[in-house]
């Protein structure tokens, strides 16, 4: 495959997959007394969802209603300091994600974290999306989970590559929210030659991760099991070349799998 053609299967192959992602995802829109109560929470005022031309003083926002409890709404939120006027690309978001009274807006659970954005990881206004499958570790403990989608150009000749980060949550006590995985789903790596190379024998390895309680128990939460499944990027079909799972037993205190898995590459 000459270089252009490879580079247009490696894009064709990101495309396809944010489109598909993007069809799969339902809006998750917040109502706008929500994002009114959370703001004057967090000493801000006047919020108003962010848009792709008005991003405003957020970047970015999605609430869900809890499946367990409509009176309780679940939000993530990457909000800016007042004062912090940097490009996209060069900011210090802070993330929140919690759960709401659905009526008041009070904050009832949170965890909050922050990151620098760089030339591999910008948030825009479609960067967050809540998942609250029916991850029920215990009796009593159900997590979700934040999917974060990175709008960062990256790198224009790369060896490797990650988005859709899912950090999943559970309750802590005293208002608070903890994670217990945190893992990006979409990686791919070259094997051989490079994408932006016109020397034949190019190889890469494309891996979408996705999660399914297992029937085991291990301190007390129900073991996860994670699926990978692996392509070249330009199989037309999207069937997988391979499927490769393993069991995540919880320590007590997290999911033991990296952020950028490895479990899923070839020998």
């Not at 009176?71 to 993530?76: L, M």
């Not at 980060?165 to 995985?181: C, E, F, N």
């Not at 799972?245 to 898995?261: A, F, I, N, Q, W």
């Amino acid at each position: 495959m000459d270089r252009d053609r490879r580079l247009c299967a490696w894009t064709c192959c990101l495309l396809l997959g944010l489109a598909s992602q993007a069809q799969a995802r339902e809006a998750q829109p917040c109502a706008p007394h929500l994002l009114d109560a959370v703001a004057r929470q967090l000493g801000h005022s006047g919020w108003v969802e962010p848009t792709y031309d008005v991003p405003g003083p957020f970047p970015a926002v999605a609430c869900k209603p809890w499946p367990d409890d409509r009176g309780q709404t679940v939000i993530a939120m990457a909000y800016l300091d007042p004062g912090d006027t940097a490009v996209e690309g060069e900011r210090h978001p802070h993330l929140l994600l919690a759960k709401v009274d659905s009526r008041s807006g009070k904050l009832l659970e949170r965890h909050d974290s922050e990151f620098e954005e760089d030339a591999a990881v910008a948030v825009g206004s479609d960067s967050l999306w809540l998942d609250t499958a029916r991850y029920r570790l215990s009796p009593t403990v159900r997590a979700f989970g934040v999917v974060f989608h990175s709008v960062a150009r990256g790198a224009s000749c790369p060896d490797a590559g990650f988005d859709n980060l899912l950090t999943l949550v559970v309750p802590a006590g005293d208002g608070k929210l903890r994670p217990v995985l945190s893992t990006y789903l979409d990686q791919w790596r070259t094997l051989k030659g490079s994408v932006c190379s016109a020397e034949p024998g190019f190889e890469q390895e494309v891996s979408q991760l996705t999660l399914a309680l297992g029937p085991g128990r291990t301190n007390g939460f129900a073991d996860l099991i994670v699926t990978s499944r692996v392509g070249d990027g330009e199989t037309e079909d999207g069937k997988p070349l391979r499927t490769v799972k393993r069991t995540l037993r919880y320590d007590g205190r997290r999911y033991p799998l990296e952020e950028y898995s490895d479990f899923w590459h070839r020998p």
